[in-house]
């Protein structure tokens, strides 16, 4: 035996008593190359792309179906590979001082949860659709305008505008508008839950891709997949994941959530395999139904850092939301009437939930509390892995 195979021999064993491998394999915001189960639906959104591969720009579509279905991990999947292989390779930036003369088509993915103005717009697409730096400082929302106007002089567009039913509707009026004034085509490739006809307007009348709900043996597929890559070998057993995937109803993001909350339940115990009790701790983190861990890190930080001390509270500090309100304010920099806002908006989009307490004070109307309405146990990981990182 040489040395090498002794090495890999001991990090073999070493891997064996450790369960995590690679925690990104199962977070349930990080997209596969290859989506599981999902050919089908790859196969219709490409007939409907078709006309790039002749070098014109084809209709636009609106890619629709339930939450966890797939529709974010099939359009990301299949917008990099279009990127790879027919966006122009030399795609930069054109400036006054500098013209190009190479055409072609540009891919751009954008979400239009975290584009939520015209300048992170412009900002996201050029930063999608070029190789050169986008700097954020030093540039106003109408030079980044124009440098897409010019860009556009050589370069068809096919944008993603992913989850368009969960952001500002003046955004894609907006850009309705703005096409008109460039100078190639532009065509936009819409994702979203809702059906056609209850679809932003400015969508509505698209052709559709409709993306089903997974069946149960495909959201077993999934996480076996995520299971190892992501965790130990034998870490977890053929029965949990059936388990996961039948309590999922066909909800790949909800499984996934689930798993991520299964193993944090795990590694607090200290544990190298998922016994039972984890398994119920990560399902019992996920509300059923609940909002998609995506929009809520799509929040403001000050945001997401009220919900991260939320989760820190006892019972007794979560009676009320005025009681909620006070408590978060002595954990964080911002002010109790802050935090009170904070809350009744994200009850408002069902981030949180706001319920009738258990007990009044006495005549009137009784207080409410804050329940949260995302995966909580998957929430926290990974937030506490982002910082871990930025620090």
């Not at 909800?251 to 339940?265: F, I, K, P, Q, R």
């Amino acid at each position: 035996m040489n040395i090498e195979d002794r090495i890999l021999q001991r990090k073999r064993r070493g891997e064996r008593r450790r369960l995590l491998v690679d925690e990104s394999a199962l977070s349930p915001v990080w997209h596969p190359e290859s989506p599981v189960g999902r050919g089908a639906t790859i196969e219709r959104l490409l007939d409907r792309l078709d006309p790039v591969f002749d070098g014109e720009t084809p209709d636009d579509v609106y890619v629709h179906g339930p939450s966890g279905c797939g529709k974010s991990a099939v359009v990301t999947a299949l917008f990099h590979h279009l990127s790879r292989h027919l966006s122009s390779p030399t795609s930069t930036i054109q400036t006054t001082t500098r013209s190009g003369s190479e055409s072609g088509t540009t891919f751009a993915y954008v979400d239009v949860r975290t584009a939520t103005s015209e300048f992170e717009f412009y900002h996201r697409l050029l930063d999608e659709s070029t190789e050169e730096s986008v700097p954020r400082r030093g540039l106003s929302t109408d030079e980044l305008r124009e440098r897409i106007r010019q860009y556009l002089r050589t370069q068809s567009l096919v944008v993603a505008l992913d989850h368009v039913d969960e952001g500002d509707p003046a955004l894609l009026e907006w850009l309705a508008r703005e096409r008109d004034e460039w100078s190639r085509d532009v065509s936009v490739v819409a994702v979203g839950r809702a059906r056609p006809e209850a679809a932003p307007e400015a969508v509505s009348d698209a052709p559709t891709v409709e993306v089903p709900r997974y069946h149960r043996a495909e959201v077993t597929d999934i996480l076996t997949s995520r299971i190892t890559a992501g965790l130990a070998r034998d870490a977890v057993t053929h029965g949990q994941i059936r388990t996961l995937a039948t309590w999922a109803e066909g909800n790949a993001h909800d499984s996934l959530a689930a798993l991520l909350g299964t193993v944090d339940a795990a590694l607090d115990d200290g544990a190298t395999v998922i016994e039972e009790s984890h398994l119920r701790a990560g399902m019992d983190s996920v509300p059923r139904p609940c909002v998609s861990l995506g929009r809520v890190l799509a929040l403001a930080e000050n945001r997401q850092e009220v919900l991260c001390y939320l989760l820190e509270l006892d019972e007794s500090e979560r009676s009320s939301v005025q009681k909620t309100a006070d408590a978060l304010a002595r954990r964080s920099s911002l002010s109790a009437s802050t935090i009170r806002r904070y809350l009744y908006e994200l009850a408002e989009e069902d981030v949180v939930a706001r319920v009738q307490a258990d007990e009044s004070n006495g005549a009137g109307r009784p207080p409410s509390r804050v329940e949260p309405r995302f995966p909580t146990r998957a929430f926290q990981r990974l937030t506490t892995v982002e910082r871990r990182a930025s620090n």
